[in-house]
């Protein structure tokens, strides 16, 4: 048997796979199973501020919604504080006594003083390590990229000074240059970086003519742009690169590792073909190193990436183009009636 450990922020995994942040690791008994079937690590769901400050305003509207409705009587609820984050850490907490592989926390703040509070509050938890789910909405026009970059590598500074637990960075796709940005979070201090986040867009109901949220799965090749961007920062950072997004089979792993990710998340694949799916991965990796001659993921990782490749053209637009010169393969593929 080949050995599928891994070291992640410093952190040694039985595997490579990690559970991505979602409401699996919340569902009794799934995170147990997850570990017995081999999961490497598990990422709890995110503690979101919008979420706290929307729950806390919509009790305080609760609370006083009868209020001055009589002259004698000015309220009919006691005055209650919102207990902000504290469900949300005690069931992490809970989570990570339950079982026996590290376990990570997720994080997505609005205010820089809040981060860096929550932060402390996750790492009271015990976690392994700390998530930061960075994502800006821009809606101004008068707000600059480079201001929303600037702020956000502020914010990994500021967390990495305010905790001693190793600290990721999920990211978004969006940034006009993503490698010049990882550079810019990895020179902070990031310890890892997750690619990418699944960010979920409005839609458009047209019988209703309202806006409604879709929940999918992802799609079974959403982890070709994680596969690309692993290839190109392999052997140029100093963290850990983590792949995520559309990884259901052991072949799609083996791909990641082979550009150069360290890690993968899997979600999807979880949500459809329930925990024993990572037992399944996991041969199937086994099976593939032993054919392979491999002993370890150290012994591939990286081998197809930028820096190994004799080819520099493999990951640059030359290789849209060749695509586009061999279009009447397509024809022959789709032909035109």
């Not at 006083?64 to 002259?71: G, T």
């Not at 979070?185 to 986040?197: S, T």
């Not at 032993?290 to 080819?311: A, C, M, Q, V």
Request: glycine letters at 6%; charged letters at 25%.
């Amino acid at each position: 048997m080949a050995n599928l450990s891994v070291t992640y922020m410093g952190i040694k995994l039985k595997s490579p796979l990690i559970l991505g942040s979602c409401n699996l690791s919340m569902k009794p008994g799934v995170p147990e199973q997850l570990e017995e079937a081999g999961i490497g690590a598990i990422v709890y769901k995110s503690l979101f501020e919008e979420q706290v400050q929307l729950e806390d305003l919509q009790m305080s509207e609760d609370l006083s919604e009868y209020e001055y409705r009589n002259a004698e009587m000015e309220r009919l609820f006691p005055s209650i504080e919102h207990a902000g984050p504290k469900e949300h850490l005690f069931n992490l907490e809970k989570l990570k006594k339950s079982v026996n592989i590290p376990v990570f926390a997720s994080l997505n703040a609005i205010y820089e003083p809040t981060w860096v509070e929550y932060a402390k509050l996750l790492e009271k938890t015990g976690v392994d390590g700390l998530e930061l789910n960075l994502y800006a909405e821009p809606g101004y026009f008068e707000i600059s990229g480079q201001s929303i970059e600037d702020k956000q590598v502020q914010i990994v500074e500021a967390v990495k000074q305010a905790v001693k637990i190793p600290v990721s960075v999920k990211l978004s796709l969006y940034y006009s240059n993503p490698l010049n940005f990882i550079k810019k979070i990895d020179e902070a201090g990031a310890d890892a970086y997750v690619l990418f986040n699944r960010l979920f867009q409005p839609d458009i109901d047209l019988d209703d003519q309202e806006f409604h949220y879709s929940w999918n799965l992802s799609n079974r090749k959403d982890h070709l742009l994680a596969l690309r961007f692993a290839g190109l920062l392999y052997g140029n950072l100093d963290g850990s690169i983590c792949a995520s997004r559309g990884v259901y089979n052991a072949k799609d792993v083996i791909k990641l590792i082979l550009a150069g990710a360290d890690t993968v998340q899997v979600v999807s694949t979880v949500y459809k073909n329930k925990p024993e799916v990572i037992s399944d991965i996991l041969i199937d990796i086994n099976r593939w190193m032993d054919e392979h001659e491999f002993k370890s993921l150290d012994d591939f990782r990286g081998k197809l990436s930028r820096k190994n490749l004799k080819d520099p053209f493999v990951y640059q637009r030359g290789q849209y183009v060749d695509i586009l010169m061999k279009s009447e393969e397509v024809f022959k593929k789709y032909p035109m009636k």
